[in-house]
């Protein structure tokens, strides 16, 4: 299901107009696809699980997922360019004006101080990756260098036992 969002995405940003909505049906489900101005919302249903997908084409930006935990440090200044829930694992992708080593640097003080435990990091040059772990949480941090900032994708997930 999940590369059929991919080609959902390309599709909607092709046909959808300002403000439209469209169901899909498919083998495993429903995909219902609504756009308002620069804003394309995805929510995806099938037997098992529900998956809700937000992504916009501008600096407005869309919300974080209503159960992003709070804990989480969020960089000043940074937009939500794509939000996405699947049960209770999140993934969000924040557009910052930080350069990829300042993102490094501000998520390493600011997790450690919200009581996250930094599992493990890795510095590619072209990108750096950090995991961190609180409680039964986890979480995946992949950041790298865009033009005139940084994106840092965030993936949050509650540990399966």
Same mark, same amino acid.
């Given at each position: 299901?999940?590369?059929?969002?991919?080609?959902?995405?390309?599709?909607?940003?092709?046909?959808?107009g300002?403000?439209?909505?469209?169901t899909?049906s498919?083998?495993k489900g429903e995909?219902?696809?609504?756009?308002?101005?620069?804003?394309?919302?995805?929510?995806?249903k099938?037997?098992?699980?529900?998956?809700?997908?937000?992504?916009?084409?501008s600096?407005?930006?869309?919300a974080?997922p209503d *159960?992003?935990?709070?804990?989480?440090?969020?960089?000043?200044?940074?937009?939500? *360019?794509?939000?996405?829930?699947?049960?209770?694992?999140?993934?969000?992708?924040?557009?910052?004006?930080?350069?990829?080593a300042?993102?490094?640097?501000?998520y390493?003080?600011?997790?450690?101080? *919200?009581?996250w *435990?930094?599992e493990g990091?890795?510095?590619?040059?072209?990108?750096?990756?950090m995991?961190?772990?609180?409680g039964?949480?986890?979480?995946?941090?992949?950041m790298?260098?865009?033009?005139?900032?940084?994106?840092?994708?965030?993936?949050?997930?509650?540990?399966?036992?």
């Amino acid at each position: 299901m999940k590369n059929s969002l991919i080609i959902l995405c390309v599709f909607s940003l092709l046909v959808l107009g300002c403000g439209e909505k469209t169901t899909v049906s498919t083998p495993k489900g429903e995909i219902k696809m609504t756009q308002k101005g620069d804003a394309i919302t995805f929510e995806m249903k099938d037997k098992d699980e529900k998956t809700n997908v937000a992504i916009s084409g501008s600096d407005k930006g869309v919300a974080l997922p209503d *159960k992003f935990p709070s804990d989480f440090p969020i960089m000043p200044g940074a937009i939500v *360019k794509v939000a996405m829930t699947t049960g209770d694992d999140m993934s969000v992708q924040f557009s910052v004006k930080a350069s990829q080593a300042d993102a490094v640097k501000f998520y390493e003080e600011n997790l450690k101080a *919200k009581g996250w *435990k930094i599992e493990g990091s890795m510095n590619t040059g072209a990108s750096s990756m950090m995991s961190a772990k609180k409680g039964n949480r986890e979480c995946i941090l992949n950041m790298v260098t865009d033009k005139g900032g940084s994106i840092v994708q965030v993936m949050v997930a509650s540990e399966k036992s």
